[in-house]
């Protein structure tokens, strides 16, 4: 396995790091699907997304990681046990309460063994070189290093300006005149003795309280900035797009799972039956157990485990939860299905809707257009 290869260049020494993975929020951009699953447990591109996550960790020579968990807690635990197999060494920490960003960091400190942390938030999926940032962390003697991520469209966004040198000047709101393309992409390097300094036990926001705090007390805080690969996946199209870009190899993991068929176009899992009539493509996953009748259209969708596509239908950006069955004919784009759920045959579905786990709508019963 790879191992770390930062150093410092004064020591000459590489440093012990720990990884702290924030895991704990409800995913409520998410539902129907986080009604049944926390967010970094839905399966993308075939395993939940924190194996993703935690296979880049590994491969940058990391061992040591934190989850700070809340909702669903006991699934975490349940999937990933004590991290052995995965080639890591896992420890959880429960919120009892929500204690934000700031606070979930803080209240993992006792499990740190090092001398810094990187910490990832649970629902970033990015291509920046983790042992880069930790070196920029490294030369720079930094109280806290922050991945800063170039965006197109920064509006959207906080920004982080950042001087010649990489100093981090400030924290700035959203606002329709960004003054940098520069966003915080949800991963940092801490001192130790930084996340001591945050206050224990009251809901604390690293980006609006922690950050600005420190620079105001002329703390070094710097950036790593790049302009890879990074995308948020808080919401269901979001979602989609990071499984398929993950099939796709547009996005690194060393967690894909064994599958009967893989190609950059789609992912079938061993179980999982496709008619050779059925066009399948995308970067679409197809869940163990599930099938797609001849005739069937599937793109760039997730149809986890147990799902079922009839004949002619149509499914595009779409979501098809645990069990959900979709009707002859029907045509869904852009829509999220919840578990179990029934599609009849001939509805149509489209850009956005939501359908919670256990309903049934009777063939023919929505449609988006006056149809035939």
């Known amino acids: 396995m790879e191992r770390i290869v930062v150093t410092d260049r004064l020591s000459g020494t590489a440093p012990e790091i720990d990884a702290v993975v924030l895991v704990g929020g409800k995913g409520s951009r998410l539902r129907p699907l986080t009604l049944s699953a926390a967010k970094p447990m839905l399966p993308t591109a075939g395993v939940p997304y924190l194996e993703h996550l935690l296979s880049r960790i590994r491969v940058a020579g990391i061992r040591h990681v934190v989850l700070g968990t809340s909702y669903r807690a006991e699934t975490f635990e349940d999937y990933f046990g004590d991290g052995s197999e995965f080639g890591l060494d896992l420890e959880y920490v429960v919120e009892d309460e929500p204690l934000g960003t700031g606070g979930g960091i803080r209240n993992v400190y006792d499990r740190l063994r090092h001398d810094h942390a990187m910490v990832f938030n649970g629902d970033v999926l990015s291509g920046v070189d983790l042992r880069a940032v930790l070196q920029t962390h490294i030369e720079c003697r930094a109280d806290v290093t922050l991945h800063l991520v170039r965006v197109p469209d920064p509006r959207a966004f ?87 870009d993950l099939v796709a190899g547009v996005a690194p993991t060393a967690a894909l799972p064994k599958a009967q068929a893989h190609d950059l176009d789609r992912l079938v899992l061993t179980g999982a039956q496709v008619d050779p009539n059925a066009t399948v493509l995308g970067g679409s996953t197809i869940g163990s157990g599930a099938r797609v009748d001849a005739q069937a259209f599937v793109r760039g969708s997730v149809v986890m485990d147990d799902a079922q596509i009839g004949s002619g239908a149509r499914v595009e950006s779409s979501v098809l939860g645990r069990g959900a069955r979709v009707g002859a004919g029907a045509v869904l784009v852009g829509v999220v299905v919840g578990d179990g759920a029934v599609i009849g045959a001939g509805c149509e579905l489209l850009d956005g809707a939501r359908v919670w786990p256990g309903t049934e709508l009777p063939a023919g019963s929505i449609r988006f257009s006056a149809g035939e």
């Open 158 to 244: 906080g920004c982080v300006p950042t001087d010649d040198d990489g100093r981090v000047l400030g924290f700035l709101e959203k606002t329709d005149e960004p003054p940098t393309d520069q966003i915080n992409a949800g991963c940092y390097v801490f001192r130790r003795e930084v996340i001591a300094g945050i206050p224990q036990g009251v809901s604390v926001s690293v980006e609006r309280d922690t950050f600005p705090a420190l620079l105001t007390a002329g703390a070094t805080v710097v950036g790593h900035i790049d302009a890879g690969y990074w995308l948020d996946l808080g919401t269901p199209m979001a979602y989609v797009q990071g499984s398929a």
